[in-house]
């Protein structure tokens, strides 16, 4: 491992250990607390180590030591010649970029100080993630903050290390709240509502959504598409216009209605909850959901109004008994299906029903 290899990885460290922290405090009192807790310890025992061992790796392009298993896009790009980067403009903050789902980060090499990269400058700039990028200090904000200025001070073409995921969609509004469709992982990715209201969106706006690679729930509203951009006109005439859509709780004619008056009850699937909506109710059926971290006492009520239920493995384990035995114990038919299985499961309620 090179020196800048062991410097990725440890940013990858933090960054999950960060994301930990957060959900970490959303979870104060659960079951996976005490888990959660010891993972932490151990990314950033991790992290220690490979500081330690910092200084006996080799720099990124150097042919000792690391015996050829360096990443093959760094060992063509020489090692950065740090003291004319930070001499060519007098930069307070020279570092590697990397990019985050809205904006990014740019680390000093010397110290280590980290400064954010709004997304409006990375844009700008054309900054990708792992570009060497200067920022001096240009005044402060309204709250005190301190003001930037970037600039790309080398180019490294690395961007496809990132681990960000992006789609670009028209913004709609479910029952979970504001988001954007995923055909790629056929659900409803959402984004917090305060950066709707930031932007000054309006459903069918068309947007630009990332989150980091393996975490949907992470997703940001990144950028917003102005109406004069030429890429916006090209999106929206693969889509059907807003004013043409059908009415909420209508279902499209173009699908078989082979579950017109059927009810579907999916239990779990939170985070995908959007997408079995949207596949049961195309085909006719009425919609119900719980989820599988709340199985309680409601469940038996959903469960007997159902004509099937779908029970999402992935997401029940130790509580799926329950399921199956309410299930049993009222007569209702049930299936089972992964976390994004929307299809499959539509598939086998056909099959049983």
């Known amino acids: 491992m090179t020196r800048e290899a062991s410097r990725q990885v440890i940013e990858r460290l933090r960054r999950t250990r960060r994301e930990l922290y957060r959900k970490l405090a959303e979870q104060v009192g659960a079951s996976e607390e005490r888990t959660m807790v010891n993972r932490a310890a151990d990314l950033l025992l991790a992290e220690e180590i490979l500081q330690e061992n910092e200084e006996g ?44 789902p809205r904006g990014g980060v740019v680390k000093d090499h010397r110290s280590g100080r980290e400064v954010f990269v709004p997304e409006a400058a990375v844009r700008a700039e054309g900054v990708e993630h792992g570009d060497l990028v200067g920022a001096q200090e240009k005044g402060l904000t309204d709250r005190g903050g301190a003001l930037y200025f970037f600039r790309v001070l080398q180019r490294r073409e690395l961007g496809h290390t990132s681990e960000r995921v992006c789609l670009v969609a028209p913004l709609e509004h479910a029952g979970s709240g504001w988001g954007v469709y995923s055909e790629d992982e056929e659900s409803f990715i959402t984004v917090p509502d305060g950066d709707v209201s930031s932007l000054g969106l309006d459903e069918g706006d068309l947007v630009e959504v990332a989150y980091m690679a393996g975490d949907p729930s992470s997703a940001k509203l990144a950028w917003r598409y102005d109406p004069d951009d030429p890429f916006l006109h090209i999106r929206e005439l693969k889509r059907v216009p807003k004013r043409d859509k059908k009415k909420e709780g209508t279902v499209p004619q173009t699908e078989p209605q082979d579950l017109l008056g059927k009810s579907v009850l999916v239990v779990g699937a939170d985070s995908y909850k959007e997408s079995f909506k949207r596949v049961f109710e195309r085909r006719g059926a009425t919609f119900s959901w719980e989820s599988g971290f709340m199985v309680g006492k409601l469940l038996e009520g959903k469960v007997r109004r159902a004509d099937i239920v779908v029970i999402v493995t992935e997401a029940m384990k130790h ?29 086998e309620v056909l099959e049983r029903l």
């Open 57 to 100: 790796l080799d720099d990124a392009g150097s042919t000792g030591g690391g015996g050829g298993r360096a990443d093959p896009a760094r060992q063509k790009i020489p090692a950065p010649d740090w003291g004319a980067l930070y001499a060519g403009g007098n930069w307070e903050v020279a570092g590697e970029f990397f990019r985050l």
């Open 319 to 347: 509580k799926m008994p329950d399921v199956e035995a309410i299930c049993e114990r009222l007569g209702r038919p049930y299936v089972y299906a992964p976390s994004r299985g929307a299809s499959g499961a539509l598939r």
